[in-house]
């Protein structure tokens, strides 16, 4: 049995149809917090399994012990539930601190408590800031944290660390991930953002759809080919993929060491303007934008070298920004029926 923390959301959901679609038996637990339980029927409907789900939030430490005692047979444990929003961590720390950090202590009190080792962690390029390198490699400095939830990231790596030191049966890989998007081809289950979106690719197909009127570009005098910031836009069912090697490695001994790092993402960099015209000219529309400030806290150009996660854990993106910008607005057309 394996345990997917944060299971209904954007990541967790498609990570949980990868793992059923394996043979994997799993369970969720998720507190719904920014997910609903729409999304236990959408991983239903395309694999035909329905996984075992408790509502439950990680913050309850009882009901997590409580959790651990009832189940005797969790193999191994992906745990995404985390809160994710960079501006809301700036206005709500604590809150950040809370979901983000406590959350993992209880989660690893219990797993070495249980004698548990198995666990993937979802971190983030964020630990990196403004590489000094593209592409960027494990290797490269973690920078301070700009945000409390860079930072929530950044003492989560910390933790595992010393988890590991004091545990040396206790085993983990965090996933580096580059930015995730898109939504399962089907459109049975997709990102669901709680108000305004943060992120891009929501704000651009909110935008194609009529929810908003017009997407900001923020920043435009960037160094980069057109002044726009460059990511890696990873598709979520590549990236889904990669947690489901990444447990296999745990799961058959085949790690390296205690703790691994992987960076998640496939190797290419888009600027803003590039992902606009590649949505625009994919789903054949037009996407109202305007040129903003740049985004406070916001680097140049993020991209990975994915040679590690390529030659150690066999996983390399096959998806493209295209297929992901289709499926992202699939997901949203889905979402207005
Ligand atoms: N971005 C933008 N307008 C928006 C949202 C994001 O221009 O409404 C830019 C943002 O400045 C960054 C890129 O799109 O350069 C990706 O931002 P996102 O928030 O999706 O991910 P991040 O890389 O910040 O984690």
Redesign the pocket.
Known sequence: MILVTGGLGFIGSHTVVALLEQGYEVVIIDNLSNSSLAVLDGITKITGVKPHFEQLDLRNKPAVHYFFEKHKNIEGVIHFAASKA?GESVKNPLLYYENNIGTLVYLLQEMTRHGLSNLIFSSSC?VYGQAATLPITEEAPIQKALSPYGNTKQISEAILKDTVNAYPAFKAIALRYF?PIGAHPSALIGELPRGTP????P?ITQTAIGKREE?????SDYDTSDG??V?DYIHVIDLAEAHIVALARLLAAKNKSNLEFFNIGTGTGSS?LEVIHAFERVNKLKVNYKIAPK?PG?VTA?YADTTLANNELGWQSRLSLEDALRDAWHWEQKLAE
Request: hydrophobic content about 50%.
């Open positions: 960079v964020t930015n943060q992120n891009l690719i704000y997407l900001a570009v923020f920043g726009t910031a990511r803003v985004r916001d993020a």
